[in-house]
């Protein structure tokens, strides 16, 4: 949400009321969504050494951070290729 704010308020000097919205709504379900994929990730980690009483093992969680990653990414590039 800041990241939104700093970006229409700072690199506008009169920002776009739709881009502004869309920022606001779009761009924050984008975060909140990735950061949701990455902590499954997480979750499963953690279970995982709940239940075996092991030191988590990172690899297990990677999949999850690839995912959360390249939604980003393709959410990035299309934004930029239809700007």
Same mark, same amino acid.
């Given at each position: 949400m800041l990241e939104n704010l700093l970006f229409i308020h700072v690199n506008f000097d009169k920002p776009d009321p739709v881009?502004?919205?869309?920022?606001?709504?779009? $761009? /924050? +379900?984008l975060h909140t969504g990735c +950061? +949701?994929? +990455?902590?499954l990730g997480v979750r499963r980690v953690w279970?995982? $050494?709940? /239940? /075996?009483?092991q030191?988590?093992?990172?690899a297990q969680a990677s999949a999850y951070l690839v995912v959360a990653m390249v939604i980003h990414g393709l959410y990035n590039a299309l934004v930029i290729l239809f700007s």
């Amino acid at each position: 949400m800041l990241e939104n704010l700093l970006f229409i308020h700072v690199n506008f000097d009169k920002p776009d009321p739709v881009a502004a919205r869309f920022r606001l709504i779009v $761009c /924050t +379900a984008l975060h909140t969504g990735c +950061a +949701a994929i +990455a902590g499954l990730g997480v979750r499963r980690v953690w279970l995982g $050494c709940r /239940t /075996t009483l092991q030191r988590p093992e990172p690899a297990q969680a990677s999949a999850y951070l690839v995912v959360a990653m390249v939604i980003h990414g393709l959410y990035n590039a299309l934004v930029i290729l239809f700007s």
